[in-house]
């Protein structure tokens, strides 16, 4: 399907097997579109919640084994029979989306995980159930790439996010570094920002190589495709901090010269 929105990494890059484009553009075609029932559009919140459990009964019914009318889901319903998919990461998905509908903070970095290991996790695990390479250790460092990708998205969207009313630093984190979130609608760099911002990014980056192994324990393309995500996210928060954390008004994206830097890297790992 076509991508109508700005992402710094490729959905379904040349990398990715062929046998298994199918495959990744349903489940991408199901993430994308419940994510923008939560996000897109003047829907009041109780009809994009009512939107998203339309989504969970249509997985109830593909769980039933119900033939379904609607080609979003019947694409996914043969998908998931295809490479016998389960089906609680989807369930995850959508209910990190509800979140989305009426959580605008977050307490502590906890609580942020948690919600990522809905929000993000659960595509790594999926990917890697299409690669049948799921054990322990794989979707250990999987859910920490995909919830560090999840930590520098939120990191290069502060200002988008706020437009929302939505602050995805922990307020506790806030708090701690002297930073108001009124601060944040003032594009205020000054102060203790950037000791803030430095933070986040450390500890994105943290978790990000915490997981970099699997990246070298996969073999074959699934192998390469991970190191040019994980090192894709590694050149956004180095873009971060080129633009002193200033990411109001200098949003990271990745350009040619990044993405050469990037395959470097990829070789280098």
């Not at 948690?114 to 595509?123: E, I, K, L, Q």
């Not at 999926?126 to 250790?137: K, N, Q, R």
């Not at 180095?238 to 002193?244: C, P, Q, T």
Request: negative net charge; proline residues 5%.
């Amino acid at each position: 399907m076509p991508v109508d929105h700005y992402e710094n990494f490729p959905v379904a890059s040349i990398l990715l097997p062929r046998r298994l484009v199918p495959a990744v553009e349903a489940i991408y075609a199901f993430a994308r579109t419940a994510d923008d029932i939560a996000d897109e559009g003047d829907a009041s919140g109780p009809e994009r919640l009512a939107a998203l459990s339309a989504y969970e009964a249509a997985l109830d019914a593909i769980g039933r084994g119900e033939h379904q009318r609607d080609t979003l889901f019947r694409r996914l319903a043969e998908v998931i029979a295809q490479y016998k998919l389960p089906l609680q990461p989807f369930y995850d998905l959508l209910s990190a989306f509800k979140q989305d509908v009426g959580t605008k903070r977050y307490a502590n970095f906890e609580l942020l995980l948690d919600y990522c290991r809905r929000s993000a996790n659960p595509v790594g695990l999926l990917m890697l159930s299409l690669y049948g390479a799921v054990d322990e250790a794989n979707v250990r460092d999987s859910d920490a790439i995909c919830s560090a990708l999840q930590l520098i998205n939120f990191l290069q969207d502060v200002g988008i996010d706020r437009q929302k009313d939505r602050i995805y630093i922990p307020m506790d984190d806030l708090q701690r570094f002297g930073v108001a979130p009124e601060e944040l609608d003032k594009h205020n760099t000054g102060g203790n920002w950037r000791p803030l911002m430095a933070f986040e990014v450390a500890r994105a980056r943290a978790l990000m190589h915490s997981g970099a192994p699997l990246a070298r324990r996969l073999p074959g393309r699934i192998g390469w495709e991970l190191r040019l995500i994980i090192q894709g996210g590694l050149r956004i928060l180095e873009e971060i901090e080129k633009v002193d954390y200033d990411v109001f008004n200098q949003r990271p994206q990745l350009k040619m010269l990044d993405w050469m830097a990037i395959l470097w890297r990829a070789v280098r790992m």
